[in-house]
């Protein structure tokens, strides 16, 4: 089946400082990426899908400023959490869809704590 | 508005018992259903789609549109079973899920 990665798998970082989650799909080519955040025991909130060549589009009440998403190739999205804040601690989890098919394919997640 | 609703936060059973983790939803055109497993520390993956109507582990669910329900079955629990269930729609091909909160499922023997 197809793997999505996503890296680093666990980030510890300072208050104010920015933080990059990247993921790939490792065998197969995405036109669409998106992203969710869990908090714990909770649902996935998607945070905002991510279009190869476009500019993503975020959901309601989610700060574009402030999550950075980039998808500059078909194999690779980023998000970068800009200025982060330890409310901002949560597990971030990408989903890629392929190109062609219907079925998307999720990444292992990345848990982000900010001090 | 598109929304998922999972009741239970949490269902424990004991090994063989009929398992049904419960999951209506609201939207007002034809979704597709999907049901994610997440097992102890891996990721979250398909279970099973109403479109393919398929038996997956055991499991299956029917798409009631009369009742806006997709409830996941399976008629004899096993422990391996025990994971973080979770039902999702989507409006259309290429959009991303909208998630319920989840169910841990909890089978012991």
């Known amino acids: 089946g197809a793997v999505v990665s996503q890296h680093p798998s666990r980030v510890i970082c300072k208050s104010g400082t920015s933080v990059k989650i990247e993921c790939r799909s490792l065998?197969?080519?995405?036109?669409?990426m998106f992203w969710y955040r869990q908090f714990p025991k909770q649902s996935l909130m998607l945070m905002a899908t991510?279009?190869?060549?476009?500019?993503?589009?975020?959901e309601q009440g989610v700060e574009k400023d402030k999550f950075l998403i980039n998808h500059a190739s078909l194999t690779l999205s980023t998000l970068t959490v800009t200025s982060a804040h330890p409310e901002d601690s949560s597990f971030y989890i990408c989903?890629?869809?392929?190109?062609?098919?219907?079925?998307?394919?999720f990444g292992p997640g990345t848990r982000l704590t900010v001090l | 508005a598109q929304r998922v609703t999972q009741p239970e936060k949490l269902l424990s059973v004991f090994k063989g018992a009929p398992v049904e983790l419960k999951c209506n939803y609201s939207?007002?055109?034809?979704?597709?259903l999907f049901w994610y497993v997440q097992y102890s520390r891996q990721r979250l993956q398909l279970l099973l789609r109403?479109?393919s109507r398929e038996s997956i582990k055991g499991f299956t669910a029917d798409l009631n549109k009369g009742e806006t329900s997709f409830h996941l079955k399976k008629p004899f629990a096993q422990e391996e079973d025990s994971a973080m269930y979770y039902c999702?729609?989507?409006?259309?091909?290429?959009?991303?899920?909208?998630f319920g909160k989840g169910t841990t499922l909890s089978v012991s023997s």
């Open positions: 989903s890629a869809l392929p190109g062609q098919g219907n079925e998307q394919f």
């Open positions: 065998d197969f080519q995405a036109t669409t």
């Open positions: 991510s279009n190869e060549g476009s500019k993503a589009t975020y």
């Open positions: 939207y007002s055109g034809s979704p597709e």
């Open positions: 109403h479109i």
């Open positions: 999702a729609l989507r409006n259309q091909a290429g959009t991303a899920l909208i």
